[in-house]
């Protein structure tokens, strides 16, 4: 274990994970400056002044505490890595963790880690639901919920901590371990920040190359990347697959989802839109079982999930026409896989920040299940993204410029019919026209609400 008593740390980044971060360094006795690339509201710089460390500009020139370099920098998930002043750092010798290798030398108790381009929010959650309906003692979350570095207070050594990883979590990992690993996916996402697709395959990587020979890794067995990450840990292999019989782990028989030779529950309990959620309970009640979780149990309990808040989440029924918030759909692949939740009959709603995708794969589906699609987001923006969607999709499918959420539900109100269905699912990210996925998904929802 690391020992920052007295350490110099330059804390970059000042929101959730970064405060969590000066929070438990303070604790460690270590003294902390924070860096951030925007200016803070007044209630964040409030409680920054509380704990009485100072805030600067992220430039390279305000590492140093007069004559001192940092004894380490932890960043943020949301500083890339190879930052010319981070990369310099690192050549001076100055190493550079993120968040959660700060959280791992402090967390008590085993870890969960699960990533994957989609279904990382609802596998965690309905994970540690398990979990909990089963008795086994946990704590949820990571990219969810509470920063890692916020959840080792309340960490213990007989518990489970869950933990949602993002690619910008596990690019800097070293001493973190999981004791159980799951990759559900991989496609191309956040292309703008890892620059290329192999960058991104091999930040998720991170999470099974630094398993021990005790751990576990669970693997989707359908996807080609997933069957690669096998190569890539010294932990033994589980697999999950919709498709076919697979060598050790759960797989779907007909109706029956089957653990090895033994069925255990069938997809009438699962109560979630789409065969990816079919996936997720798969990976969520392998990850449970193998966590002690008793496979008698695990039904039941996946029959008692309520879902997840901006993931397929239904918001009102209005006229015959149904309303779902899937503002987390955050790519094009999780886009893909709401539009195959539903027969047809779609408004979809699209755009916001382009992360570097290619929209063309949306062509046939929605050529086949869509009315119309509804572009919103900033423009002239740099990063827009509804440009991109309208070259892409152009000739498939009736294509509306709307702007902002508003103005699609207005349209959609007025044109929609019983029957109809009106989907969030935005492709992009969220942040040309909003803090983040979930103010998104807030706004539409209480637009929705405010239709008459």
């Not at 979780?293 to 397929?312: C, N, T, Y």
């Not at 892409?392 to 109809?420: F, M, N, S, W």
Request: proline share 4%; aromatic share 8%; charged share 20%.
């Amino acid at each position: 274990m690391l020992d920052f008593t007295d350490s110099y740390v330059v804390v970059i980044g000042a929101k959730r994970s970064g405060l969590a971060a000066v929070e438990l360094l303070l604790d460690q006795g270590a003294f902390v400056r924070v860096m951030d690339s925007q200016p803070l509201s007044a209630e964040e710089q409030e409680v920054f002044d509380g704990l009485e460390v100072d805030v600067f500009p992220q430039d390279e020139e305000n590492l140093a505490d007069g004559d001192r370099e940092p004894d380490f920098i932890v960043l943020s998930p949301g500083v890339p890595f190879d930052l010319a002043m981070l990369v310099a750092a690192r050549e001076r010798g100055i190493p550079t963790i993120g968040e959660v290798e700060l959280a791992s030398y402090f967390l008590k108790g085993s870890i969960i880690g699960i990533t994957g381009s989609n279904g990382k929010t609802t596998t965690t959650a309905l994970t540690g639901h398990l979990l909990e309906a089963c008795g086994v003692p946990c704590q949820v979350g990571g990219n969810i919920g509470n920063a890692v570095a916020s959840m080792v207070e309340t960490s213990e050594d007989d518990q489970w901590n869950v933990l949602e990883l993002s690619s910008f979590q596990l690019e800097s990992i070293d001493h973190f371990k999981a004791t159980i690993a799951a990759c559900l996916n991989v496609t191309p996402d956040h292309l703008d920040r890892h620059h290329t697709f192999e960058a991104y395959a091999n930040a998720k990587a991170r999470l099974f190359e630094t398993q021990e020979t005790r751990g576990f890794a669970v693997l989707n067995y359908d996807d080609p990347i997933c069957r690669e990450f096998a190569a890539r840990t010294t932990g033994e292999v589980f697999w999950f697959s919709t498709q076919e019989k697979v060598p050790q782990g759960v797989w779907l028989d007909g109706e029956t989802i089957t653990y090895n030779v033994k069925p255990f529950m069938t997809l009438s309990q699962i109560k979630l839109r789409g065969m990816h959620n079919v996936e997720n309970v798969m990976a969520a009640a392998l990850l449970a079982h193998l966590a002690g979780a008793k496979l008698k149990a695990i039904g039941p309990a996946v029959e008692s999930f309520p879902g997840v808040e901006h993931r397929l989440e239904f918001v009102r029924e209005l006229d015959g026409v149904d309303y779902f918030n899937d503002s987390k759909a955050t790519n094009v692949d999780a886009a893909l896989k709401a539009i195959a939740a539903f027969p047809g009959n779609l408004w979809i709603i699209l755009g916001g920040k382009d992360k570097g995708s290619d929209y063309a794969p949306m062509r046939e589906p929605l050529h086949k299940g869509a009315k119309a699609v509804l572009l919103i987001g900033a423009e002239p923006y740099e990063h827009a993204a509804a440009p991109l969607i309208r070259n892409a999709l152009a000739g498939a499918v009736e294509l509306i410029d709307c702007g902002d959420l508003r103005t699609a539900l207005q349209h959609a109100r007025k044109h929609a019919v019983a029957g109809d269905t009106v989907l969030l699912a935005p492709a992009c990210a969220s942040f040309d026209q909003f803090h983040n996925y979930e103010e998104r998904g807030e706004i539409f929802k209480q637009l929705v609400h405010e239709l008459t």
